[in-house]
């Protein structure tokens, strides 16, 4: 998430005559704390065809501006989205022999890695966090890669989507190959072979939670479009 900081203005802005300027910071609407872009984006949307007062950080002052939401939801004011304006980046170089480590290191423990995603997954199960309203299909995996190409981030994308689908994989869920592990230990600690019909039965459970869970995912991105 980045702060939304104004870089410029659409023809006729409704921000821009509200008396919002190049460089101030959008902090809320009506007294709610949307600082990020993606946050006041969204929550702006509820606001059609009603008056509101924006909350502005403009040098050491805050200000409270006055407008009117249009029934489209945009009040015409582009964000500053340069990743350069709001973090110091840094190049490290490794040799070969080095980057193997690191990204062993990079791909297990870091937040993009399979740890940080099974943490992701187990807000997932928490109803008071709310993890479930942010599950995305295919919109959401096309919407996270950046309009321009750039190589590093495209691969960094690519890796944690296979990390993502590694971790799904092995999940005790029949269908998938966690599913299979759990059938193969209870074989070997009983010495018996679980029944055709069971296993039917299982793999069509299991089918049934994925196709579900696909569903519900698409279905969020399908319900965003709409917001």
Do not use: C
Request: glycine letters at 8%; zero cysteines; aromatic letters at 12%.
């Amino acid at each position: 998430r980045i702060p939304f900081i104004v870089n410029g203005f659409s023809e006729n802005s409704i921000a821009q005559k509200a008396g919002i300027q190049v460089g101030d910071s959008l902090l809320g609407i009506n007294g709610n704390n949307t600082r990020y872009f993606q946050e006041f984006r969204d929550d702006i949307q509820k606001y059609r065809n009603q008056d509101v007062i924006i909350d502005v950080k403009r040098g050491l002052d805050t200000l409270h501006l006055a407008l009117t939401v249009p029934a489209e939801g945009l009040i015409g004011v582009t964000a500053k989205m340069e990743m350069d304006d709001f973090f110091k980046q840094s190049q490290r170089k490794y040799s070969f022999f080095q980057a193997i480590p690191a990204g062993v290191e990079k791909a297990i423990f870091s937040n993009e890695g399979i740890v940080g995603y099974w943490k992701q997954l187990k807000l997932l199960v928490n109803p008071e966090m709310k993890a479930y309203e942010s599950v995305g299909g295919f919109i959401t995996i096309g919407k996270i890669f950046p309009a321009q190409f750039e190589w590093q981030r495209f691969w960094q994308l690519t890796a944690f989507l296979s990390i993502m689908l590694a971790v799904l994989n092995v999940l005790p869920i029949p269908a998938l190959d966690g599913g299979h592990v759990v059938f193969l230990f209870y074989e070997i600690i009983t010495r018996r072979k679980p029944s055709d019909k069971f296993l039917e039965v299982a793999q069509i459970i299991g089918m049934v939670l994925l196709f579900g869970l696909l569903i519900f995912a698409n279905g969020n991105d399908i319900v965003k479009l709409f917001k």
